[in-house]
């Protein structure tokens, strides 16, 4: 059973989400403001996320859907936010100077953020102004919703999510040829994936050989960027994390979704499954030993089961 914390972080998770296409390249965050009332109970007078890059952050637009009926009372109110305020002018004032300025009596954080130019500066103004702060509260969650921000500033590259789509019997093509292995319901589910990532990646075989399209055409959303890559033309980290892109999904064929494997560049793997067999063609990548199954979903008859990375 969630904690009266938990509960109001959760709310915040859950405005955070709202922000997944407009707030990139900064994290989607959410935040709640709740008041004390007479009967012992709680009451929330604002609520926010952040909505786009340079706009107002999540805390801002909390405080500024409180009634001036509400305002009053911010003086007992606590502050949720799933993510650590931030302390430093950047396109916009600091959070954390205006949450002092509101004099609010309480602080929960979901998680410290990884960027370089707050990484815990911001809690310890809260604290060195006299607020009470709480770190956290369902923290992984709220670690795990900005997991491609903070991969990217903390590894300087971005998060890579090797996908691949397999019969039954292991294979991702038939003796060479393409093979059709998703529904039109699981491939609308890929063309969200892209719409949600920066950018997408075949080899150069895949590309030659199957001419893919790698946009976003049943789902709304922008088309990541387009890459091929082959000996000539290796991928370069350092070049993606410069023009700003925190997300690859890699599709290609079996060489280059080894290529990644083999240096243990991957944070998320996704693997379709269908009820089908061929007698013969391109094995599937073998799946890493640090690799966790994070969830496994069935779709009509095809299985999609989602991996994660594990410490060994």
Excluded at 55 to 82: I, M, R
């Amino acid at each position: 059973m969630m904690t009266e914390d938990e509960q109001y972080m959760s709310r915040c998770l859950q405005l955070a989400r709202n922000g997944r296409q407009n707030a990139k390249p900064n994290p989607m965050v959410g935040a709640v403001i709740v008041v004390p009332q007479h009967d012992g109970g709680k009451r929330i007078i604002g609520e926010g996320y952040h909505v786009r890059c340079g706009q107002g952050h999540a805390e801002v637009n909390a405080f500024a859907s409180v009634g001036p009926e509400d305002e009053p009372l911010l003086k007992e109110a606590t502050v949720y936010v799933s993510l650590e305020p931030c302390s430093h002018y950047g396109k916009t004032p600091p959070c954390a100077d205006l949450i002092i300025r509101k004099g609010v009596r309480r602080v929960v954080v979901g998680c410290i953020d990884e960027f370089a130019e707050v990484q815990g500066r911001g809690i310890r103004k809260l604290r060195d102004a006299g607020i009470e702060v709480t770190v956290g509260v369902l923290e992984a969650e709220c670690k795990a919703l900005n997991r491609r921000f903070f991969t990217f500033h903390r590894l300087h590259r971005p998060y890579i999510i090797l996908k691949w789509a397999q019969t039954a019997n292991g294979f991702i093509d038939d003796n060479g040829q393409a093979l059709a292995v998703s529904t039109p319901f699981t491939q609308m589910l890929s063309h969200k994936l892209r719409a949600e990532e920066d950018a997408i990646l075949v080899g150069r075989v895949t590309d030659e050989r199957e001419h893919p399209q790698l946009t976003v055409r049943h789902w709304l959303g922008p088309s990541p960027k387009r890459l091929v890559i082959d000996r000539q033309h290796p991928l370069n980290l350092e070049s993606l994390h410069a023009h700003n892109i925190q997300s690859l999904i890699v599709e290609g064929g079996r060489k280059t979704l080894e290529s990644f494997l083999v240096q243990d560049l991957w944070d998320e793997i996704r693997v379709e499954t269908a009820p089908i067999t061929v007698a013969g063609g391109t094995r599937a990548p073998q799946l890493p030993s640090n690799a966790r199954l994070q969830s496994q979903n069935l779709y009509g008859e095809n299985i999609i089961a989602t991996y994660s990375k594990v410490a060994l």
